[in-house]
């Protein structure tokens, strides 16, 4: 699976106009001014562009969620491949 970070950093700096060099894992949801819309629009993006699985419930993503928290709860939330 592809790491989830890269993604998320992408899509902020060519959906959201972000700079690059003012985002990293630790910056929140908060810092870059992105408000409970944006971050559903995010997460649509990563659905729609790169097939993610998003939760319904991604209340615990909130304004003070790290970079590095999204990604790891959306990389939590993928399907696991079938054992052979």
Do not use: N, W, Y
């Not at 001014?33 to 944006?38: G, I, K, V, W, Y």
């Not at 559903?40 to 562009?49: A, K, P």
């Not at 790169?50 to 959306?74: M, Q, V």
């Amino acid at each position: 699976m592809t790491p989830v970070l890269p993604l998320v950093t992408s899509c902020l700096v060519d959906h959201f106009g972000r700079d690059a060099a003012d985002i990293g894992p630790q910056s929140t949801f908060e810092k870059l001014e992105m408000d409970s819309l944006a971050l559903v629009e995010l997460l649509t993006i990563l659905h729609s562009d790169h097939g993610l699985h998003i939760p319904e419930d991604f209340s615990a993503l909130d304004a003070d969620a790290s970079l590095a928290d999204a990604a790891a709860f959306i990389e939590a939330a993928q399907p696991q491949p079938a054992a052979s």
